[in-house]
């Protein structure tokens, strides 16, 4: 039933801004940009934003490596293609991060690294996208002239910093004190991932990939903008489209749909971009995710019947070791 209740609250929460957005902008301008987009910069934006998977691929098999887990690039990419697929077709069944962490478990891997080094890979993402919003504070300020806008940026910021904080404390958690079994199963995991991931070689690493990852994201803004025959500054897209993309992380819709449209048009349009326009440029980007993502459906049906049926009949921390694990 909480399960349930998360799925509805989610469809809810994408379903009340799509309404939105469709009720308050001009579909016919959205209509008119999509149909004159130009194919040749909208194959070069997806191509960047497969780079960015394949980028998040490699920060992953960092972390994984670092916890002795063996992943091979071809394997982290095989494996973070399935979670994606898995987050925007099914976010909220079986969630993308826990297809990973089960996959990896199937290949041999220990549940409590496998979870660590995700939840690391989570946490480097997480960081880096909130260096970067810091660092062009000022000038997002200087674009941004609304308060409530402000207001809502800084927000973002103090909630994420406080996630990370949260999650990093709970290695520090007595066991005394972690009196239920879950919280200090968690937090066990966490302690050992960040005595072993977070060495400053594997961090920096992952800092930096994460960072790279981020501005291809970016990029693939401009890009689809470049398509779509508007103009928009570099600098501009380089400090609006960060919050964006924090925003859409966010586990309260269904794979950020309507969240990311919502927040894209109003971050562009400090940009002078006019709402049609933005929202024609993040469907762009959300059916770009989503075509990649389908790549991820071919690699799961090659994984096998048995694993598939195994993924939905047993729990995560039940599945035995039956094989070992190979690159």
């Known amino acids: 039933m909480k399960r349930r209740g998360v799925i509805v609250a989610k469809i809810a929460v994408s379903g009340a801004l799509v309404w939105y957005l469709v009720s308050s902008i001009d579909l016919a301008e959205s209509t008119e940009r999509l149909t004159r987009f130009d194919a040749g910069w909208g194959v070069f934006a997806l191509a960047v934003l497969g780079l960015t998977f394949l980028v998040g691929a490699l920060r992953w098999r960092v972390f994984a490596r670092r916890l002795n887990i063996a992943l091979t690039i071809g394997a982290a990419l095989r494996l973070s293609l399935i979670g994606q697929f898995f987050g925007q077709v099914l976010p909220a069944g079986v969630g ?52 409530n806008m402000r207001w809502g940026l800084a927000l973002l910021l103090v909630v994420g910093i406080a996630a990370i904080a949260l999650l990093l404390g709970l290695s520090y958690l007595p066991h005394t004190i972690a009196r239920w079994r879950r919280v200090r199963s968690l937090a066990d995991t966490i302690r050992a991932a960040r005595r072993a991931g977070l060495s400053p070689r594997p961090a920096l690493s992952a800092f930096g990939l994460s960072l790279f990852g981020h501005l291809l994201s970016v990029l693939t803004v401009f890009l689809l903008a470049k398509g ?100």
């Open 228 to 327: 779509l025959g508007l103009t928009i500054a570099p600098l501009a897209c380089l400090v609006l489209v960060p919050p964006v993309v924090l925003v859409a992380i966010l586990p309260i819709s269904i794979a950020g749909w309507g969240v990311r449209e919502g927040a894209m048009v109003a971050a562009l349009g400090f940009a002078g971009v006019a709402a049609g326009d933005a929202l024609a440029i993040s469907i762009l980007f959300g059916l770009g995710a989503l075509a990649i993502s389908l790549t991820g459906a071919v690699f799961w049906l090659a994984q096998g019947r048995e694993t598939r049926r195994g993924l939905f009949g047993v729990r995560l921390a039940e599945q035995p070791r039956t094989e070992t694990a190979t690159p």
């Open 96 to 147: 993308g991060d826990a297809v990973r962490a089960w996959l990896l478990v199937r290949r041999g891997a220990d549940i409590g690294p496998s979870v660590g080094s995700i939840v690391l890979d989570r946490l480097a993402g997480l960081a880096a996208l909130l260096f970067m919003i810091a660092l062009s504070l000022p000038m997002t300020l200087t674009l941004v002239d609304d308060a």
